[in-house]
Structures are given as C-alpha cells and as structure tokens.
C-alpha cells in the first residue's frame, strides 16, 4: 500500500488540476457534526483537514465541495478549509452539478477529480460524467456510532482514520483502481 501522502502527488502527475470532494462520511465525520450543523451551531472541521486543504491549495489545486447536503453545512464547510467553491443541494448521482463546477472553474473533465464515500452517489455521479473518481473507503459499521462513544472507549472514527492515515486510503478509478 502506498502512504496517503503520495493520493494527492499522483493525481498532481496525471494532470488533475481540481478535485472536488464530498462531505458526509469523507472529510467530515456525519452524525454529531451533521446534527450541529442543521441545529444552526455550525460544523467545526478538525485541524487535520483544514490542513490537508491547505496542503493540496499550496500544490496548486483548485479545491471544491460537492454535496447532497444542506446550504449551511457545505457553506460552513467551505470557509472552514478555505475550499474555492462548493454545489451543497448537489443532486448527485446526476450529472448537472459535476458539469456546473467543470463550467464553473473552466476545466476539462480530463483534469478533475472528484472524492466520496458512495459508490452511486460519488463514483457513479462522477464516471458518467468522466471525471477521475476517488473512492473512500468506509470503515465499517461501528464507525457510525456517535463519535464521542467512540472516542470515549478509544477507538477512532472513519475520519480520524483518514485524516491520520491509518485507513486504506481513496481508491482512484483512473489509476486502475489502485490505492493513492
């Protein structure tokens, strides 16, 4: 397996020039943070991603948000990892806002990439408008616990994981479905 640090230099290789990313279950744990968020107490993003955005914008992407969930949260989201642009209400797996966000930032489909946790919504979403699709990989059903439970016994959630590099990584389709 290749370390995580390196997902982000091979799309760099391949051309890609913008990934857009999904929210629930990918860069954000859902559960407690999504249920803050729609409470109107806002999504505090861990310092973790927050840094890993500003890894990837210093690379030289363009970095955006591309989720099914509410306006608040995706705008919250985006300010947090000082993302370029986000689609909250996306409609995926339909392709009209994968478009949008390509028309948005003027790049060919050749050049993006787009990261998620569903195979439908994500990965379907993506490849029938094709772009490159990164598949993050769940870690099982104990991880949607509620976090604090979680964290309270000692076990990590699915985004701890990801964030620290301890999970198998995103899985990408333009790369033969190789780990990053």
């Known amino acids: 397996m290749l370390k995580e ?44 991603a927050v840094h890993k955005f500003s890894q990837l914008k210093e690379i030289g992407f363009t970095l955006a948000l591309l989720s099914n969930t509410s306006e608040s949260i995706v705008s919250d989201t985006c300010k947090q990892l000082g993302a370029d642009w986000y689609i909250a209400h996306a409609q995926k797996p339909h392709g009209q806002n994968f478009e949008k966000l390509l028309d948005h930032f003027g790049v060919d489909r050749s050049r993006a990439a787009h990261v998620g ?41 699915k985004g701890d994981q990801i964030r ?17």
């Open 117 to 157: 946790n569903s195979m439908i919504d994500d990965i379907y979403g993506g490849n029938n408008v094709g772009v490159t699709t990164c598949l993050v990989r769940r870690a099982g059903i104990m991880m949607k616990a509620p976090k604090g439970a979680l964290h309270a016994i000692g076990l990590q959630t």
């Open 5 to 48: 640090q390196n997902w982000h230099q091979r799309l760099w290789n391949q051309g890609i020039r913008l990934i857009s990313f999904d929210i629930d279950d990918t860069i954000q744990d859902s559960g407690i943070d999504k249920i803050e968020g729609y409470l109107g107490s806002g999504v505090r993003m861990p310092e973790k």
């Open 164 to 180: 620290q590099g301890n999970s198998a990584g995103p899985f990408c389709a333009a790369d033969g479905g190789a780990k990053l």
